[in-house]
């Protein structure tokens, strides 16, 4: 009994090992590189184009094509794009935000299959995808404060609504029935919060709030399972961007990027193999690291 409750209080005073990464390549050529999604043997990098100007129309943004080592096939894929940002891939489709629509390019050539207009609704920074069903995926609109529903088949869009809106939502992800949301922030501030809600069809209840140190610019978000949460965090407009794992259950907060500067860490995405894409968006890289749970 002695040597049982010997063992509890040691588990309970000792916080399990903080998930970590290491970098396994870093390709450099992209021009301010913004979501990473990956499907099959394809990786797809969503670049804003030479200038970091997200809500401007100019036609220089492109989505680069790489395999699973990190090559790249094809540096614009598909171009003439505004300012891409968030990807998603379904059934053979890629999906990609520009500004204020929702473009759909088939993966196995690149050909335009989908094109959802939402300029009605005011957004001008569509910013990233989480798939809400089979047939439906959310969209932030991070300029807005809302959440957006793309009804894939019926092509056409409703939206979230929230009893406490987020405040710029940027990454977002939908577990079951609850939904965390990455914030932005507001006034060009580093003021971003996570926030978790409870979802009742397409009604959201705020279940939580967290703060995490140092404050930030929350972009992406990845499950790591077992509650816990691997969040983006840009901190400054220089390299001192992190990756912060959150445990939802705990409260407790870890940096996993110890000793790896990143600039401008946008929206991230863990593969099925474990690898972690990361997008250095203000240095125009795309980083391949692989995570230690």
Do not use: C
Not at 43 to 65: Q, Y
């Amino acid at each position: 009994m002695r040597l049982l409750s010997a063992i509890l209080f040691a588990a309970l005073s000792f916080p399990a090992q903080a998930a970590g990464v290491t970098v396994e390549k870093i390709i450099p050529g992209f021009s301010s590189p913004e979501s990473v999604a990956v499907s099959g043997d394809d990786v797809f990098v969503s670049n804003l184009g030479g200038k970091l100007e997200p809500m401007e129309k100019d036609g220089d943004g492109f989505i680069s094509k790489l395999d699973r080592q990190g090559n790249i096939k094809a540096l614009k894929w598909v171009d003439k794009l505004n300012a891409p940002k968030g990807l998603l891939a379904v059934n053979g489709v890629l999906y990609v935000a520009d500004i204020d629509r929702v473009l759909g390019f088939r993966q196995r050539d690149g050909k335009q299959v989908f094109d959802l207009d939402l300029s009605a609704s005011g957004a001008k920074f569509l910013n990233a995808f989480a798939r809400y069903d089979d047939r439906r995926l959310l969209l932030s609109g991070t300029d807005l404060g809302r959440v957006f529903v793309i009804d894939l088949p019926g092509h056409s869009y409703g939206e979230i609504k929230f009893d406490t809106p987020p405040i710029g939502p940027n990454g977002l992800k939908k577990l079951g029935g609850r939904l965390i949301v990455v914030e932005w922030g507001s006034d060009n501030l580093a003021n971003g919060k996570v926030k978790t809600y409870r979802l009742d069809g397409f009604a959201a209840k705020l279940e939580k709030t967290w703060e995490p140190a140092p404050a930030g610019y929350f972009d992406g978000v990845v499950s790591l399972g077992a509650n816990r949460w691997l969040i983006s965090n840009w901190v400054k407009f220089e390299p001192a961007g992190l990756l912060q794992v959150l445990d939802t259950r705990t409260g407790q907060i870890s940096i996993a990027n110890e000793k790896i500067p990143l600039s401008g860490p946008a929206d991230i995405f863990l593969d099925d193999q474990g690898k972690l894409w990361v997008p250095g968006m203000l240095e125009g890289k795309v980083y391949r690291m692989s995570v230690r749970p």
